[in-house]
């Protein structure tokens, strides 16, 4: 299955007044260190092996 998708070229404008808001929020969602210790682990038990 083939998934297609269109470019968008489109910039987000954050107001003013929501900047610190915005920033707060992207700070919390960030990928924390044992999220990617957890994927590194993943990784390693499919290390070797082909998909079909």
Known sequence: MAVLSKPVNKVSVI????ASDFVREFNQNKVTKEFIESCEKAGRLFEGKKRR
Do not use: R
């Open 15 to 18: 107001p003013a007044k929501e």
